[in-house]
């Protein structure tokens, strides 16, 4: 912990945000403007549920790329920067390759390469999530998760808007080779990054994962799984759902993208500090509250004006969720096996989006996208049994 001290906050800030405003940019795209992508060739929403779940699969092998970033320390260069560099450098290939492939010829050959893209961002995520628990203090804890929800919406933000531009006025492969290059920015700080050196108390210890017998981290992990399906499976239908019914352009997709990262940033930024003062359970109400009502009107939307206020509210509940659950998890994170359970629990979240990915396109091809938004909403109410477990009675915060 010592030689982190020698990277200053606004350096460790700055670097954290950039890898998650990397991965924003890419995950915006599946989450949001891929099924749009992929429209364009003729392919149904059946098939872009399962493309999409097949992509974000690798997000589930988190658990076991966080064991091996705990365990081996890569040719002695450290046990966290070797392996983000070399997932950004996978991410930034593939990202250069999928343009190349047409998904209506090459279905298969298009998802393995979303699936190979997302193997390196989930091996980037998880060791970044390790580096910040090894080298943020406690008192940071909620800061540092507001900067990288942040970062990452911000990513959504930017690039949506501007790839729906590029795509529309330029070309598509344009889009996809600008993605390239933000993955490449934050390397040239990864690479200067001082890793903190491992200290007895924090070698890996194969008791720690016991930490998972605990009905409290059952019940969180739970509540991951939720709201990331609820919130990814509502956000994978919002543009071909304004598509269908206002007929929108794939510029405005993306300034519509733009609109509900702007409130995801929000939502992030803002979180932590509303969760400090109110506490986490209250936020957690809150949060699945607001992402209740936002989805449950989009379904009754007449409007594509109206849909902007509503997206908004979406993204803030996003953000809000994202940014409780993470400072939940990072503060119950046993050190000893700091990369591999944050790692498992949020895969047990991107299990959650996994499976609503497939479930909200299967959904909207056969009950329409309107009543898909409703019974996605209503999933928002399955979190409160779980308050209870979560939160131990008289005990706030876990």
Same mark, same amino acid.
């Given at each position: 912990?010592?030689?982190?001290?020698?990277?200053?906050?606004?350096?460790?800030?700055?670097?954290?945000?950039?890898?998650?405003?990397?991965? +924003?940019?890419?995950?915006?795209?599946?989450?949001?403007?891929?099924?749009?992508?992929?429209?364009?060739?003729?392919?149904?929403?059946?098939?872009?549920?399962?493309?999409?779940?097949?992509?974000?699969?690798?997000?589930?092998?988190?658990?076991?790329?966080?064991?091996?970033?705990?365990?081996?320390?890569?040719?002695?260069?450290?046990?966290?920067? &070797?392996?983000?560099?070399?997932?950004?450098?996978?991410?930034?290939?593939?990202?250069?390759?999928?343009?190349?492939?047409?998904?209506?010829?090459?279905?298969?050959?298009?998802?393995?390469?979303?699936?190979?893209?997302?193997?390196?961002?989930?091996?980037?995520?998880?060791?970044?999530?390790?580096?910040?628990?090894?080298?943020? &203090?406690?008192?940071?804890?909620?800061?540092?998760?507001?900067? =990288?929800?942040?970062?990452?919406?911000?990513?959504?933000?930017?690039?949506?808007?501007?790839? +729906?531009?590029?795509?529309?006025?330029?070309?598509?492969?344009?889009?996809?080779?600008?993605?390239? =290059?933000?993955?490449?920015?934050?390397?040239?700080?990864?690479? @200067?990054?001082?890793? &903190?050196?491992?200290?007895?108390? @924090?070698?890996?210890?194969?008791?720690?994962?016991?930490?998972?017998?605990?009905?409290?981290?059952?019940?969180?992990?739970?509540? +991951?799984?939720?709201?990331?399906?609820?919130?990814?499976?509502?956000?994978?239908?919002?543009? &071909?759902?304004l598509q269908?019914?206002?007929?929108?352009?794939? =510029?405005?997709?993306?300034?519509?993208?733009?609109?509900?990262?702007?409130?995801?940033?929000?939502g992030g930024?803002?979180?932590?500090?509303?969760?400090?003062?109110?506490?986490?359970?209250?936020?957690?109400?809150?949060?699945?509250?607001?992402?209740?009502?936002?989805?449950?009107?989009?379904?009754?939307?007449?409007?594509?004006?109206?849909?902007?206020?509503?997206?908004?509210m979406f993204?803030?509940?996003?953000?809000?969720?994202?940014?409780?659950?993470?400072?939940?998890?990072? @503060?119950?994170?046993?050190?000893?096996?700091?990369?591999?359970?944050?790692?498992?629990? =949020?895969?047990?979240?991107?299990?959650?989006?996994?499976?609503?990915?497939?479930?909200? +396109?299967?959904?909207?091809?056969?009950?329409?996208?309107?009543?898909?938004?409703?019974?996605?909403?209503?999933?928002?109410?399955?979190?409160?049994?779980?308050?209870?477990?979560?939160?131990?009675?008289?005990?706030?915060?876990?």
């Amino acid at each position: 912990m010592e030689q982190s001290i020698t990277q200053s906050k606004t350096y460790r800030y700055s670097m954290f945000a950039l890898l998650y405003f990397a991965q +924003g940019s890419v995950l915006g795209f599946f989450t949001a403007l891929n099924a749009i992508y992929l429209l364009s060739f003729g392919i149904s929403m059946s098939q872009i549920g399962i493309i999409s779940g097949i992509a974000l699969s690798p997000f589930v092998l988190k658990i076991f790329l966080g064991m091996l970033s705990d365990r081996v320390n890569f040719l002695n260069l450290g046990y966290r920067v &070797p392996y983000i560099v070399i997932g950004l450098l996978i991410q930034a290939i593939c990202l250069v390759i999928v343009p190349f492939v047409n998904p209506n010829t090459n279905f298969g050959l298009y998802g393995f390469l979303a699936f190979i893209l997302m193997t390196g961002m989930a091996l980037y995520d998880t060791c970044t999530d390790g580096l910040a628990l090894d080298s943020t &203090p406690a008192s940071e804890a909620g800061v540092i998760q507001g900067f =990288m929800v942040g970062g990452r919406a911000l990513g959504v933000v930017v690039v949506s808007s501007l790839i +729906g531009v590029l795509a529309q006025l330029v070309s598509w492969k344009v889009a996809f080779f600008f993605m390239a =290059m933000i993955t490449i920015v934050p390397l040239f700080f990864v690479l @200067r990054f001082k890793e &903190p050196i491992k200290i007895s108390e @924090r070698k890996f210890q194969w008791s720690a994962f016991s930490s998972f017998k605990h009905w409290p981290i059952i019940a969180l992990g739970l509540m +991951g799984a939720l709201y990331s399906l609820i919130i990814n499976a509502a956000n994978e239908i919002v543009n &071909p759902f304004l598509q269908s019914e206002f007929g929108i352009s794939i =510029m405005n997709a993306g300034f519509y993208t733009t609109v509900w990262g702007l409130g995801v940033v929000f939502g992030g930024l803002t979180g932590g500090k509303v969760t400090d003062r109110i506490g986490q359970k209250k936020s957690v109400i809150f949060a699945a509250i607001l992402s209740f009502f936002s989805i449950l009107f989009l379904s009754f939307t007449n409007s594509s004006g109206i849909a902007w206020i509503l997206i908004a509210m979406f993204g803030v509940a996003y953000g809000y969720y994202e940014t409780v659950y993470f400072a939940i998890s990072m @503060r119950k994170t046993n050190l000893h096996i700091a990369a591999s359970m944050f790692a498992i629990l =949020m895969a047990i979240a991107n299990i959650g989006t996994g499976i609503g990915l497939p479930i909200s +396109g299967i959904l909207s091809d056969n009950i329409g996208f309107r009543w898909t938004f409703v019974v996605i909403a209503l999933l928002n109410l399955l979190v409160f049994p779980l308050l209870t477990g979560i939160f131990r009675k008289n005990e706030e915060n876990l």
